[in-house]
């Protein structure tokens, strides 16, 4: 029943539209602008000297590395217990409430200040793992594509709605002001984002109450999350997808939390704030093509098959990656990010769909087999995050580090043809 409610569907592409504001507003768009310009080039951060840039990068992927450690063993305990919503609804308040608390940001106790990032961080990935596992469980495997897409651009709408009443606020300010109106506009990412997810959680079905302080809680977790192992390491299709998009994971996640910080440092934008404003015209360009993007990507995987439309946008990211390199005035990242757009979303909607058909069937582990598609992900972020930050921090240039990104995907690329079209292994999960 729950596979045909339009209602329960609806709901939670909601979510996309509730928490697509933090990738938006605190990982590309202003938070990024106001780091850069009111952080000093080379901070200190526990005694130890950073560049900037180079200190978000690498606390990124630390933060990525410790989700790859916690999360697998509560997605366990989510289907154990058949409670993915709590979980879900607990990442996603920690992750709102640090959002508001952003707007207290202090370049004068940094330690402080960046707990909070990361902490913002850790809610929002986290609660992708739990919202990510219900979508097998309330759609069939041919709306996947679908509904998949139709939550991205549900997110890239809400989250562009968002970015212009921030926009709107910060440049109808007097200059005085424009500090505190963007540090107002952490609080209201955060409060967008606890408020609209309401609407999925009311929705979202629940499971049996969570004994925390029980052993065998966490037992259960364990062995839950062992038998999906195993299922994974003996099906030939989940195992060799897992692997592509674990590589090509690093290449794309990393460019979507440094773009805007590439653009700032690497592009002639002139004085005064022309960067500022040529930054969010390139953020907005990439949300507002994602929405064709993904929809576009969609159909055609549904003539030509998942695994065609995958290696098409891999390559194209290969070439944007390269092209990147020559990318020095304003219309030449403009340019690129109108391209990115394109491809971002799509990557992103058919990645997840196309992991939610290979599951097999029936089955209530969803989020225990969607926990080794995030750790794949997050392994992903951490090193490419590390790989990015450590070739500029030793370089002293953001532009020497695409060069990675570009070996990333090739090989995801090389891996993608690796995956059969269809299983040929064991079937049955039980």
Request: proline content about 2%; hydrophobic content about 50%; overall charge positive.
């Amino acid at each position: 029943m729950l596979k045909s409610n339009k209602k329960i569907q609806k709901a939670w592409t909601f979510y996309d539209w509730a928490n697509s504001v933090y990738p938006l507003v605190i990982s590309s768009a202003i938070f990024p602008v106001f780091y850069e310009g009111y952080v000093d080039e080379k901070v200190i951060f526990f005694g130890f000297e950073f560049i900037n840039t180079a200190l978000i990068t690498i606390l990124s992927s630390c933060y990525f590395l410790l989700l790859v450690l916690i999360l697998p063993v509560l997605s366990g305990i989510a289907d154990s217990t058949g409670n993915k919503k709590a979980f879900m609804q607990f990442f996603c308040y920690l992750g709102s409430f640090c959002c508001v608390l952003l707007s207290f940001f202090d370049k004068n106790h940094l330690e402080i200040s960046m707990l909070l990032f990361v902490m913002a961080g850790i809610g929002f990935w986290s609660s992708l793992v739990f919202y990510n596992a219900f979508l097998p469980e309330i759609a069939e495997k041919k709306d996947h594509d679908s509904l998949s897409a139709r939550g991205f651009s549900m997110g890239y709408i809400g989250s562009v709605i968002l970015l212009v009443i921030c926009l709107f606020l910060i440049f109808n300010a007097q200059e005085s002001e424009r500090s505190f109106y963007t540090r107002l506009c952490f609080a209201l990412t955060g409060l967008w984002w606890f408020c609209f997810s309401q609407i999925t959680f009311k929705s979202l079905p629940s499971g049996k109450k969570i004994r925390i302080k029980d052993k065998s809680t966490y037992q259960k977790g364990i062995l839950e999350l062992n038998k999906v192992r195993l299922y994974i390491m003996k099906t030939k299709r989940l195992k060799k997808f897992i692997y592509s998009f674990f590589v090509y994971s690093m290449a794309v996640q990393t460019i979507m939390l440094v773009a805007v910080y590439f653009g700032t440092k690497e592009v002639n934008w002139g004085e005064g704030a022309n960067a500022k404003m040529g930054l969010i015209i390139g953020v907005l360009l990439i949300q507002l093509i994602a929405i064709p993007g993904a929809i576009l990507l969609s159909k055609i995987s549904k003539f030509k098959g998942n695994l065609f439309a995958l290696k098409l946008v891999v390559f194209i990211w290969i070439l944007l990656c390269l092209s990147a390199l020559l990318v020095y005035e304003p219309i030449h990242f403009y340019l690129i990010s109108g391209f990115v757009g394109l491809v971002m979303g799509g990557i992103q909607s058919l990645s997840r769909s196309t992991y939610s058909k290979y599951i097999p069937s029936g089955t209530k582990d969803t989020s225990s087999f969607f926990s080794f598609y995030d750790i794949s992900e997050k392994l992903g972020i951490v090193i490419g995050m590390f790989s990015y930050g450590f070739i500029e921090q030793v370089t002293g240039s953001m532009r020497n580090s695409i060069v990675a990104l570009v070996v990333f995907f090739i090989v995801g690329l090389l891996l993608l043809f690796q995956v059969p079209k269809e299983e040929i292994s064991i079937e049955n999960y039980g």
